[in-house]
Structure formats: structure tokens, C-alpha cells
């Protein structure tokens, strides 16, 4: 059972408002070192030099969309096997079926309430303490 608090997350969306709602979600939920970015490049460039353990990435961003980020992400031998989980706002079969496909760890479908976040990440990590 990992301790929230010791997860390191990076938050990557381009609409400030969500990252701040998931930011909130997640200190609710008691992590303590959340990052956020507006973009992905930002991000990769930022998890290349200052790693964390789980990547909460939108889908729908310009310059480099979720899909990129996480095949970027998924392509580096240094930060490869970061959990990704990749917000959508859509289901659309399709953006899942390639985010599958790339080593997505998990995906979130907005909008979402804080305890369906929650349950994404234990899914990956386990239960949080």
C-alpha cells in the first residue's frame, strides 16, 4: 500500500481551470507533490529532469496531444515505465484503443468525480494510505 504522499504526480492539461480541479483532487486525496504543466512538451521536458511516478495527462492539447506525450513518454528509457493515466473527454473507442496500445496505464473519462480518479490510481498503484 504506497502512501499518496509519496507519489510525485504531474498533472499536463492545457485548460487551467481542469488542472487546478485535479490538483485539488489529488491533495484531497492526500498527495502532497503535485506538478503541473500546460502542455506536454513542457511536461516531457520537466519529467526528464525531475521525475515522478504518475503522469495525469489530457487528451485534447494542442502542439503535442495526449497520444504523443505518452508515446514520447513510453519511447524514453529513462522515464518509460512512468504511470500514465490519460484524461478524455470523449470515449471514443478509438483514442482508447491507441492509448491501449501505446502502454497507457489507465484513463479517465470527463468530467469525473474525484473518487473515480481515485479509483484509477489504486488501480495502478494499489490501495493508498
Do not use: C, W
Amino acid at each position: 500500500m504506497p502512501a499518496a504522499s509519496q507519489i510525485k504526480v504531474m498533472v499536463v492539461d492545457d485548460q487551467t481551470s481542469m488542472r487546478a480541479m485535479i490538483r485539488r483532487a489529488l491533495q484531497d486525496l492526500g498527495f502532497k507533490d503535485v506538478r503541473d504543466k500546460a502542455s506536454a512538451p513542457e511536461a516531457l521536458s520537466s519529467i526528464k529532469t525531475d521525475r515522478v511516478h504518475l503522469v495525469i495527462s489530457d487528451y485534447n492539447m494542442p502542439e503535442m496531444d495526449g497520444l504523443q506525450f505518452l508515446e514520447a513518454v513510453r519511447a524514453d528509457p529513462v522515464i518509460g515505465k512512468t504511470v500514465f493515466i490519460m484524461l478524455t473527454g470523449s470515449s471514443d473507442r478509438e483514442v482508447v484503443q491507441k492509448a491501449a496500445a501505446l502502454g497507457v496505464n489507465n484513463y479517465v473519462v470527463k468530467p469525473f468525480a474525484p473518487a473515480a480518479l481515485k479509483e484509477k490510481i489504486e488501480r495502478v498503484f494499489g490501495e493508498l494510505t
